[in-house]
Nanobody, 126 residues
Framework: QVQLAESGGGLVQTGGSLGLSCVHS????????VGWFRQAPGKEREFVAT????????YYSDSVKGRFTISKQTAKNTVYLQMNNLKPEDTAVYYC???????????????????WGQGTQVTVSS
């Protein structure tokens, strides 16, 4: 059974930076596409970024492109999300998610991911 554990959330001021980590366990890490989603109070869960299992291609939502960077370190079974120039609207619980067999058209769809972490809170103060 795949397990995902996020860490690195916290409180930061507008314009600041935070780095999130997602440690993957329970199966071969390299077989999974891993993404980050977020959910703000009263809003639906939304796609943030993802990194494909083979080749490592990355995809971002328009709202974070140019500010956030997703990367992975296979030797540590870990995916990272570096968040720079944070804005109050980035405030949310951030979730790590993993899936197999995703195609490009489903990478931004939360339903395409089979495994989810518990989430980590990111709060950006104005």
């Amino acid at each position: 059974q795949v397990q995902l554990a996020e860490s690195g959330g916290g409180l930061v001021q507008t314009g600041g930076s935070l780095g999130l980590s997602c440690v993957h366990s329970g199966d071969t890490f390299s077989r999974y596409t891993v993404g980050w989603f977020r959910q703000a109070p009263g809003k639906e869960r939304e796609f943030v970024a993802t990194i494909k299992r083979y080749g490592g291609s990355t995809y971002y939502s328009d709202s974070v492109k140019g500010r956030f960077t997703i990367s992975k370190q296979t030797a540590k079974n870990t995916v990272y999300l570096q968040m720079n120039n944070l804005k109050p609207e980035d405030t949310a619980v951030y979730y790590c998610a993993a899936g197999q067999g995703l195609i490009t058209s489903t990478l931004r769809d939360a339903n395409a991911y089979s495994y989810w972490g518990q989430g980590t809170q990111v709060t950006v103060s104005s």
